[in-house]
């Protein structure tokens, strides 16, 4: 399986960027599909941003012309690069790998096969 580990988050004003960064290992990570979920207080964890290990990219509409989801295969890292943040994309934002697409772009946070980095913390305001 694949370890993540986020970094990138903190606070900014609205309308601001953020890159967040998911540093990946595992010796068949580009065999992974990723994205990237955020969770508030008291909600579930939503779907961001996904990236097939084929290239395809999909995003939630609540960020899509914002939100641009990449992968540096030499430097093992997962990217989301956040544009013209709203007080709305505040969250702690997860990294996720599966190499099962339907696995990776469930809701559920427990599924088998479903690997999850630590979080981190975005505050837009």
């Known amino acids: 399986h694949v370890q993540l580990v986020e970094s990138g988050g903190g606070s900014v004003q609205a309308g601001g960027s953020l890159r967040l960064s998911c540093a990946i290992s595992?010796?068949?990570?580009?065999?992974?599909?990723m994205g990237w979920f955020r969770q508030t207080p008291g909600n579930e964890r939503e779907g961001v941003a996904f990236?097939?290990?084929?290239?395809?990219?999909t995003y939630a509409e609540s960020v899509k012309g914002r939100f641009t989801i990449s992968k540096n295969i030499g430097e093992k890292t997962l990217y989301l690069q956040m544009n013209n943040l709203k007080s709305e994309d505040s969250a702690v934002y997860y990294c996720a790998a599966s190499l099962s697409w339907n696995v990776l772009t469930s809701p559920s946070s427990s599924l088998r096969g479903k690997y999850w980095g630590q979080g981190t913390q975005v505050t837009v305001s």
């Open positions: 595992g010796s068949t990570y580009t065999s992974y599909n």
């Open positions: 990236l097939k290990n084929d290239g395809g990219t």
